[in-house]
Structure formats: structure tokens, C-alpha cells
């Protein structure tokens, strides 16, 4: 991780954002760190399907996040206590804008599995084209169920990373 001074702290957000800024190690991301780029911030949004819950589709379907001003997904993160018994069992990160159903939207990642090594966090880079990475405001990011069973699986946490452009937020 880089100097303290490198990096952007909550005193230097608009009040009105309400978002939590953290710092990004280099090797997290092919992007430019968040150091050299003085007119973004980087902050993550996260779903968190607790325990069993996890091999309920229905806990996954409705949208975690919506975007209350413009941004762009960079990478999503996923990690889960117990794998799912089928191998096949994956979700699949939608951006969908408002007034249509979650999977009418967008995948930002064709196919996150289930079915990777118990708490290990496996890293997802976009599938879409960049022109498709960008959130306009109220559009809504969900991880419904895309193949396989989840019996099984526990625990489960997405976490994406997104970036705004301080001009794109509200004042």
C-alpha cells in the first residue's frame, strides 16, 4: 500500500456522497491507482448473502446497488465460506437500468462460479465492452442466479469495485 498522503480520506468527499473511499493497492486493479487520478475516488459496492441463505436464488435476484450518480465498474471480488456441490453454479453481474427486469440488462461478468475453493477470493474482470461498464444514475447492479445448482454454498459476498468522477457527484 502507498503513503498515507497518497491516498484520498472521507474529509476529502462531498458530505452529500455518502460513500466510503478506501485505498487500492496497485496490484488490485489494472487501472491507475486512485493517487494519480485527483479528479476520481474508487469505492466498492457489496452484497452479502449470509449462511444458508446463500443457496436460495431468490436471496441474490433483487438489485444490491443503484447507482445514485454516474460511474464505471472496474472488477468484481467473490468469496464464500462452502462452495456449491455443482461445479457449474455461478452468478451472473448485471447493470440494469431502471424499468426493466434484472436480467434484461447488461452482464458486466458472464460468469462468477460458486464452486471455487472455500474462502478464497477470486477476482472478475469485466466481460462487457467498456462502452457497457458505464453506470448512468439509478441504473442498478444484481448478481441473479446464471447456471447450476447451489446447494450447498454459504456465505457468499460480491463486492465490485466502482469509480465516480468528483464532477459527477452531488453537491
Known amino acids: 500500500m502507498g503513503n498515507p498522503s497518497d491516498t484520498t480520506t472521507s474529509q476529502d468527499i462531498k458530505p452529500a456522497a455518502k460513500i466510503e ?3 487500492i493497492d496497485d496490484s488490485v486493479s489494472s487501472y491507475t491507482p486512485l493517487r494519480t487520478q ?13 449462511g444458508s441463505q446463500a443457496e436460495s436464488i431468490s436471496n441474490m435476484e433483487p438489485p444490491f446497488w443503484i ?3 454516474p460511474c464505471v465498474f472496474l472488477k468484481a471480488y467473490e468469496r464464500h465460506t462452502t462452495k456449491a456441490t455443482d461445479s457449474s453454479a455461478s452468478l451472473r453481474l448485471y447493470k ?5 427486469g434484472v436480467t ?3 452482464a458486466l461478468v ?3 462460479s460458486l464452486a471455487t475453493d472455500n474462502s478464497v477470493v477470486t477476482s472478475y474482470s469485466p466481460t462487457a465492452a467498456k462502452t457497457d461498464c458505464y453506470l448512468e444514475t439509478g441504473d442498478a447492479l444484481s448478481a441473479p442466479n446464471h447456471a447450476g445448482s447451489l446447494t450447498d454454498l454459504r456465505a457468499v459476498t460480491l463486492t465490485c469495485l466502482l469509480k465516480v468522477n468528483l464532477k459527477d457527484l452531488p453537491t
Open 38 to 50: 485527483p479528479d476520481t475516488i474508487v469505492f466498492t459496492a457489496t452484497l452479502r448473502v449470509p
Open 110 to 112: 458472464n460468469s462468477i
Open 96 to 100: 440494469t437500468p431502471s424499468g426493466l
Open 104 to 106: 434484461s440488462g447488461t
Open 67 to 69: 447507482a445514485p450518480f
Open 21 to 23: 473511499v478506501q485505498e
